[in-house]
């Protein structure tokens, strides 16, 4: 008896997990420009050229090139769209403040170092690249679900060119698949070990134990049922992305910044998100 007990449990310990990390694969071409080229980690940025990262120069460079371009999308505390990753200003301007404590007419008065640069509105760079290369756009919301990605899909219901969504957050991306559900989707995951200088220089937030475990292990994907995942390269083993290719959709690695992280996962992954383009 007690050994069916034991059967029963493991199998539908097992049957849950592959519920929850279920995915939602795309039958038709939609999704090919993911893997086709490489995609430009907040556009083809380079400090030593004095290219900020999430700037208009940035992505004109991406394009030159013919990268698919890789952008963050926030909100401003007056509810305007711009193209920003970090939560906190200090790594990238030296203030000790929070984006969303900032009006998009305060945040426009400050330029990137060595430039003449400011962050953007979300209309702007559609504007620029108007479908030129595809986009790849991250929603960096780690609050209510809603008004964001209400407001991003409403400027990219015109919008002519290729793009797709991702998020760190299963319910952004839940919002799509319930709202938009035609807008590609990708569920980003990591080890969510977060350094001393990104909680506060970036702002970035330091996850209890068991939100890591469920979105590490994709166990939020019955939300939002991806059609693609986004996984960190850094801190990964190369068994877990063989794991990851299991799910059946196109799997892209973040953050390739030198060879030798794409020389460990060239065959493992579909796709990368690179700061480097020099790859063999």
């Not at 479908?131 to 008004?147: M, Y």
Request: glycine share 6%; with cysteine; hydrophobic share 40%.
């Amino acid at each position: 008896m007690l050994g069916l007990v034991v059967i029963l449990l493991t199998v539908g310990g097992i049957s849950f997990i592959r519920f929850a990390r279920g995915t939602e694969p795309v039958k038709d071409n939609r999704a090919d420009w993911l893997t086709s080229t490489l995609i430009a980690h907040r556009g083809m940025h380079s400090e030593k050229e004095n290219i900020p990262e999430n700037t208009m120069s940035a992505f004109l460079r991406a394009m030159e090139n013919g990268k698919t371009i890789e952008l963050d999308v926030a909100l401003t505390k007056d509810k305007k769209v711009v193209v920003f990753h970090d939560k906190k200003l200090k790594r990238l301007f030296g203030i000790d403040a929070y984006l969303q404590d900032l009006t998009f007419e305060e945040l426009s008065k400050l330029k990137f170092p060595n430039s003449l640069e400011t962050v953007p509105l979300f209309a702007d760079v559609l504007t620029l690249i108007a479908g030129r290369v595809p986009l790849l756009i991250e929603i960096k919301n780690e609050g209510e679900v809603g008004e964001l990605e209400s407001m991003v899909y409403a400027q990219l219901k015109s919008y002519p060119g290729k793009y797709a969504i991702q998020s760190f957050n299963p319910f952004s991306l839940g919002w799509f698949r319930k709202n938009a559900p035609q807008v590609l989707r990708g569920q980003l995951s990591g080890s969510f070990l977060i350094s001393d200088y990104e909680v506060e220089y970036a702002g970035t937030t330091r996850l209890p134990w068991y939100k890591r475990f469920l979105l590490s292990n994709l166990l939020l994907n019955f939300v939002s049922r991806p059609n693609f995942i986004a996984y960190e390269v850094d801190n990964t083993s190369v068994k877990t992305f063989k794991n990851l290719k299991k799910l059946g959709v196109p799997i892209l690695g973040w953050t390739i910044r030198d060879k030798d992280q794409y020389q460990r996962l060239k065959n493992e992954c579909d796709n990368f998100i690179t700061e480097i383009f020099e790859l063999p």
